[in-house]
């Protein structure tokens, strides 16, 4: 399939910069797999749709504040640098901008001195190798100097940051949200529970890959980046329960999707317990082995996210779907609207 199959136009204006105030206040496009009919409805409705047996899987990675600005020790030039993933300790692979003034031996400081770091090392797609020292706790140090690292389609500052947590965030070590996740509230959640619907909890640690788009015309030519992904044996006896119960397992979000089409591709269609680095890559035509309904957000035009939900649906009811989202005035991508696909 060629890139522009996934094309469609967003207006600007439809690209939401801020969160709402209430995460279940969202609107809710329901696509149906069957009939492609959607209906349009709000996050809170979502219980609905759901039925006691039923099992949501949600990804309960937890975003870092990942994005440093500092300067270099000797010309104090200032550079800006965001955690990709923890190679080892006090030791990760970043991002630097600008990359070209970060060389082998080069001393970076962040927040007067609280945090140091020594460039050990260049990646192939241009990132970094950087050696931290501080006093104290990393996470902690990490907490007070750096920020979340928005997407860049977001031009807003973020007044809390939470908000850019899921309620249920736990495992620190994203570089991004699952924003499928954001429109979830406590109080949702303990509903949806009590109606006999098991909640189960996977981690995938969200890479930049997420953001990076797809560079070649012909999509079997991407190559996705590689995401750490963790499976409790809790989850996977849940979830392995629920299927041999007929239950719907409905993935919240395409990193959970990803998470638990990668373990379940692996295992003939089972789960087990299992930790390790995953790139699949789920475009047309893919044939689900773990998932029967999917929770997501919107996302950009010709990226591999849209393809994943494509593959769930066909190429033509989703982009239809798109197409009526931005008639209707959605709110497009992580602090916007979501989908729901059963």
């Not at 619907?197 to 190559?223: A, C, M, N, Q």
């Not at 629920?242 to 719907?248: N, Q």
């Amino acid at each position: 399939m060629n890139i522009e199959d996934f094309n469609f136009n967003l207006p600007d204006e439809l690209i939401a910069q801020t969160p709402l105030k209430d995460r279940t206040a969202s609107r809710l496009l329901v696509l149906d797999r069957q009939t492609k009919e959607v209906d349009h409805h709000h996050f809170s409705d979502l219980k609905s749709y759901l039925k006691k047996g039923d099992c949501l899987v949600l990804n309960d990675t937890r975003v870092l504040p990942a994005r440093l600005y500092g300067i270099k020790a000797d010309t104090a030039a200032k550079i800006e640098v965001l955690l990709l993933h923890q190679e080892e300790e006090d030791t990760w692979e970043v991002l630097t901008k600008p990359a070209k003034k970060v060389k082998i031996g080069t001393e970076l400081l962040f927040g007067d001195g609280k945090l140091k770091a020594i460039c050990k090392g260049h990646k192939e797609h241009g990132g970094r190798i950087l050696k931290f020292s501080y006093e104290g706790i990393f996470y902690e140090v990490l907490d007070e100097l750096g920020e979340m690292p928005l997407p860049p389609y977001i031009k807003e500052q973020l007044p809390e940051k939470e908000r850019y947590q899921t309620v249920f965030a736990k495992e620190e070590g994203s570089a991004a949200a699952p924003t499928a996740g954001l429109h979830f509230t406590t109080q949702l959640l303990e509903e949806i529970k009590e109606m006999g619907v098991t909640i189960s909890f996977i981690t995938l640690h969200v890479g930049l890959g997420t953001f990076r788009p797809v560079s070649v015309d012909d999509i079997d030519e991407h190559k996705m980046h590689s995401e750490f992904y963790h499976m409790t044996e809790e989850t996977a006896e849940s979830l392995n329960n629920v299927k041999k119960a007929g239950g719907r397992i409905i993935s919240v979000g395409t990193t959970s999707t990803r998470t638990l089409e990668t373990i379940a591709r692996d295992n003939d269609g089972k789960f087990i317990e299992s930790r390790g680095w995953t790139d699949i890559f789920i475009f047309p035509p893919y044939q689900f082995k773990a998932i029967d309904g999917l929770i997501t957000n919107f996302h950009l035009p010709k990226s591999t996210l849209i393809m994943l939900v494509s593959a769930l649906v066909d190429r033509d009811a989703i982009i239809d779907a798109y197409n009526e989202a931005v008639r209707e005035k959605y709110r497009f991508f992580s602090f916007g609207d979501a989908m729901l696909i059963l």
